[in-house]
């Protein structure tokens, strides 16, 4: 059975950090480009971060560039996203992804999704 499990999330003050992992299992990712998208309540699931299976290319939403690096291990089937610079718009579940076809961008383009971990910034 293949599964994404993301973990790392809490809660955190405006200007702090937090460093999101997303382990897979039960196939290896490592030929894919993984992402991590993020929803708040109410809003739409909108894309954050993406990496190709390589590692040497990243792509990133404007509202997080220059504060979140998305990064991967292929030996530990493991996907990470470094969060600095807090804000509390960033508080949404976090997910993680394995990227299928077209826009890395879209999320109708991943079609392997993790159950989402919560990250809070609060004020």
């Known amino acids: 059975q293949v599964q994404l499990v993301e973990s790392g999330g809490g809660l955190v003050q405006a200007g702090g950090s937090l460093r999101l992992s997303c382990a897979a299992s039960?196939?290896?990712?490592?030929?894919?480009?993984m992402g991590w998208f993020r929803q708040a309540p109410g809003k739409e699931r909108e894309f954050v971060a993406a990496i190709s299976w390589s590692g040497r290319r990243t792509y990133y939403a404007d509202s997080v560039k220059g504060r979140f690096t998305i990064s991967r291990d292929n030996a530990k089937n493991t996907v990470y996203l470094q969060m600095n610079s807090l804000k509390p718009e960033d508080t949404a579940a976090y997910y993680c992804a394995a990227h299928n076809i077209d826009s890395y961008y879209s999320s109708s383009s991943y079609n392997y999704w993790g159950q989402g971990t919560q990250v809070t910034v609060s004020s």
């Open positions: 039960g196939r290896t990712f490592s030929s894919d480009t």
